[in-house]
């Protein structure tokens, strides 16, 4: 089992930046992490991933050069440092790990792949 609670979201102005942070307890350290959003009315989609050693990381167009995940296994940690935020990266921010050991040394994008998620933190970008 692996538990996972998000902090970090707030209300921002388009441009700023914010910071989202992810702490882990359980079964954490081999797990690949990533961070996922859901606006309103739509599916919950993919923003990043990051593999156990934090060695190899992937993203989703829409927020490359604008966000970065990184992890810190020594705090059970993962973070996801966001800037030059636009209104259509408003929604609910969920952290997510998986179970699945072979899975480790990836950054999956697939949301069927995790298994554990966080209840989320809500980010509103104004504009």
């Known amino acids: 089992q692996e538990q996972l609670v998000e902090s970090g979201g707030g209300l921002v102005q388009a441009g700023g930046s914010l910071s989202l942070s992810c702490a882990a307890s359980?079964?954490?350290?081999?797990?690949?992490k990533a961070w996922f959003r859901q606006a309103p009315g739509k599916e919950r989609e993919f923003v990043a991933a990051v593999n156990w050693d934090g060695g190899v990381t992937d993203y989703t167009d829409s927020v490359k050069g604008r966000f970065t995940i990184w992890r810190d296994n020594r705090k059970d940690m993962v973070h996801l440092q966001m800037i030059s935020l636009k209104p259509e990266d408003t929604g609910v921010y969920y952290c997510?790990?998986?179970?699945?050991?072979?899975?480790?040394?990836?950054?999956?994008?697939?949301?069927?792949?995790?298994?554990?998620w966080g209840q989320g933190t809500q980010v509103t970008v104004s504009s």
């Open positions: 359980g079964r954490t350290i081999t797990s690949a």
């Open positions: 997510a790990a998986t179970s699945d050991a072979s899975l480790s040394a990836a950054a999956p994008r697939n949301r069927d792949q995790y298994t554990y």
